[in-house]
Structures are given as C-alpha cells and as structure tokens.
C-alpha cells in the first residue's frame, strides 16, 4: 500500500494593515478645527482692520521707536514707531489676496492646457505636455525674479509671476483625470449619440473635474502666499512703506541686532499660523475626495 502524499500547506493568512486608532481621528478633526478657527479669525481680522483700525501706512513715529509688546501695543512697535500688529493684519490682507487671486488666475492658465492637451491628445498633447517639463525644470523662485523685473515690481506683476509658475501641476492634473475618462462607457454613448468634442468636454467631462480643479486650487494657495512673501522680502513686491509679510521680515532684520525680536517674528509667524490653517484643511478636504482614504478613516 503506497504512503499518500501530505496534503499542501495552506497558504499563508493575509495579515491586514492595523486600523488606525479612533483617537488619530478625533485628532485630525481637532486639527481641522483649530485650523478652521484661526482662518476665520484672520480673514475676518484683515477683512475688518481697514473699518476698525485705519492706518496711514506713510506716517512714522520716531518717539516710539521699537518699543516692547505692551497693553498699547500688543505686538510692539518697528525701527520707524509702527505698530507691528496692526502692520500684519494689513500684510496678511496683501498676502492672502495676492495668493487666492495667483492661485485662481493659474488655475485657469492650468486648466487651458490641460482640458486641450486631455481632450485632443496626439501632437498637441505631447506638444503641450514638453512644454509643462520644461518650465518645471526652471526653478520657480528665479523665473519668478525674471519676471517680475521684465514687467516692473508692482502687485500685478507679483500676481502674473505667481501664476505663470504654478500652473504647471493643474495642467497635469486635468489631463490626467480627463484621459482616465475619455475610456468611459458615458464618454462612448454620448459621442455615438451625435455630442461635438466640445459637448462632451464641457458637459460630460468637465464636472468630474471640477472638484480635483478646486482642490488645487486650494492647495496653491499657500504656496503662492509664500511666493509672495519671498519676492517682497527680496524687494520685488510692494513698495517698502507699504504693509506687506515679506516687507516687515525684510525690516525687522535691523532690528533683531538691537534685541526688538518681535518686529520680524510675529509677521512671521502670523504668515506660519495662516498658511499652516490652510494646509491643515486643504489636507483633511483631500483625504475626503480620495476613496481610498475615506474608506480607511471610516468618513
């Protein structure tokens, strides 16, 4: 009587990833929130500074030159008798502007390339897409200078360098959702069913881009609002007497050798507190779009 041969070995269990515990959870939505609240507070304070606390942005005070943070002046005062508080408010208000505004006008510029070069394809993609790796091979900063010093430092000059660097990854982004599309059983019908290219563009596949366009667009703008920043405090944005982050840091420099610390780290960090607030929840509105995240957080 011949021996039976073993049975096989079972395979191996898969061994699933730990869940994640519920307190990280409650800690993101936590962060969201405080995130939410310090955005709030700081919009509604630039928005409401001008009606509240005007402030003659040309006038100085040599009598009350870099004094320390006080009951009067919460934030202290500059090298020139400026209150330092009230100057950040008004560059926060330059800073966010400039940054939703570059971060809108890019996203267009982004979304122009990438609906053209998604939804004909062939040379003009490939066309298009050269282009994209070219400008992203240059360094954002110094095309930025290069810019800015072609049309002259001003707002809008700050505005159009933004823009015309970071562009470059809302291209991408609506190509690529609008080729993983084009192979849609939907995309199919409609295009039997008698639809131009710019039908099926603008009304098929065009909203289910939208909210990946706008998380982008979101996510740009803090980026941008420290782009800003690094052009003003290098002299290329606004002009010196006027409030702006990159400005107060770029002026508070003098004043760090004489112990008035506070003329160029609070600016600072209201900038790190805001764009932090932002990055916070453009990250947990991310995490909602994507379903894999979702599923994992149990949204």
């Known amino acids: 009587m011949t021996d039976l041969a073993p ?10 990833p730990p869940r994640r515990p519920a307190i990280l959870l409650r800690g993101g939505r936590a962060g969201a929130g405080v995130a939410a609240a310090v955005l709030v507070v700081a919009v ?13 942005q040309s006038a100085v005070d040599l009598t009350r030159t870099r004094l320390a943070p006080s009951p009067e002046h919460l934030a202290g005062t500059d090298d ?9 408010l008004y560059g926060l208000r330059v800073s966010l502007l400039v940054g939703v505004v570059a971060a809108l006008v890019a996203t267009v510029i982004g979304g122009l390339v990438g609906a053209v070069a998604g939804s004909v394809g062939g040379r003009v993609d490939r066309v298009l897409m050269r282009v994209v790796d070219t400008v992203a091979a240059l360094p ?26 970071h562009w470059l990854s809302t291209a991408r982004i609506v190509r690529s959702e609008l080729l993983s599309l084009r192979s849609r059983p939907f995309v199919d019908a409609a295009i039997a069913g008698g639809a131009s ?15 990946r366009l706008a998380l982008a667009t979101t996510l740009m703008v803090p980026h941008a609002v420290w782009h800003e920043t690094a052009l003003s405090f290098l002299g290329l944005g606004l002009p010196p007497h006027l409030a702006s982050i990159g400005n107060m840091i770029n002026d508070g420099q003098r004043s760090l050798l004489t112990g008035a610390w506070w003329a ?6 209201a900038l790190v507190a805001v764009t932090l607030a932002l990055a916070v929840l453009t990250g947990r509105w991310r995490d909602r779009l994507d379903p894999r995240v979702r599923a994992e957080l149990q949204l």
């Open 80 to 88: 020139l008798g400026r209150d330092v508080a009230l100057r950040s």
């Open 44 to 56: 509604l304070a630039c928005l409401l500074a001008p009606l509240l606390w005007p402030l003659d």
């Open 264 to 269: 160029s780290i609070v600016p600072g960090l």
């Open 140 to 165: 954002h900063l110094l095309l930025g200078i290069f810019i800015v010093a072609m049309l002259r430092p001003s707002l809008g000059a700050v505005v159009a360098s933004i823009a015309l660097t």
């Open 197 to 211: 290219r710019a039908r099926v563009l603008t009304r098929h596949l065009l909203p289910h881009v939208l909210p």
């Open 7 to 16: 049975p096989p070995a079972a395979p191996p269990a898969r061994r699933l």
